[in-house]
């Protein structure tokens, strides 16, 4: 994989979808981070069914952390890991209030000391709440770096640094959401569709399906 080839994939990706952005439902900073809270080992379709009907009844710091733990339980208790993920977000809450005032944070040390907030988290909400550019590197994102010789690594963090050294700088604020949803609908795990991928020439897979 090369600099002209990289560039190229980029192209193409924007050319058919000028502004990717998360299947996430949110309205604010602090909405996005609990979604992707949520999100950890479950589907974006599951998480926004959930959310659609907390954020109804509870969409701040304030209101979620007087729902208390087992209040925000019933509405997360169809997510997997939910009585630990409400445990987190309702710490989260408290912390948002007494440390920043009940807003989202927009750096990544304070975001990090925040409970269930890791490193892939901040990096999404850096990216899609703040504009910055971040490479959040999920298990579709490190299939993708990987699969195509993008950016090949043996750790997610491996490939973040060489994704926000490779990615060409015009294309990197919107590269995340991009590499995502392509591997999401089309470079899937156990059978990527080589047949419909735009980007099928450029990639070095030895096992392309065409």
């Not at 989202?104 to 910055?132: H, I, W």
């Not at 080589?194 to 450029?202: M, T």
Request: glycine share 6%; aromatic share 6%; with cysteine.
């Amino acid at each position: 994989m090369n600099p002209a080839k990289r560039r190229e994939i980029f192209e193409r990706l924007k050319a058919a979808n000028p502004a990717p952005t998360t299947e996430l439902e949110y309205a604010s900073p602090f909405q996005l981070l609990v979604a992707v809270v949520l999100s950890a080992q479950a589907t974006d379709r599951s998480v926004n069914i959930a959310t659609r009907r907390l954020y109804a009844q509870a969409d701040t710091p304030e209101k979620i952390l007087a729902l208390g733990e087992n209040g925000l339980a019933e509405y997360i208790k169809s997510i997997g890991l939910f009585r630990s993920k409400a445990r987190h977000i309702i710490q989260t809450c408290r912390l948002l209030i007494e440390r920043h005032g009940g807003s989202v944070p927009a750096d990544r040390a304070s975001l990090e000391a925040l409970p269930g907030v890791g490193r892939k988290t901040a990096n999404v909400v850096l990216n899609t709440a703040f504009g910055q550019a971040t490479m959040a590197v999920d298990t579709h994102i490190f299939r993708v770096a990987n699969r195509t010789g993008l950016a090949p690594g043996k750790t997610p963090l491996e490939v973040e640094r060489k994704l926000l050294r490779f990615v060409p700088r015009e294309f990197l604020q919107d590269a995340h959401h991009w590499l995502i949803l392509h591997g999401r609908y089309v470079c899937r795990a156990r059978k990527p569709c080589c047949g419909r991928c735009l980007i099928a020439d450029l990639c070095d897979y030895k096992e392309k399906n065409l």
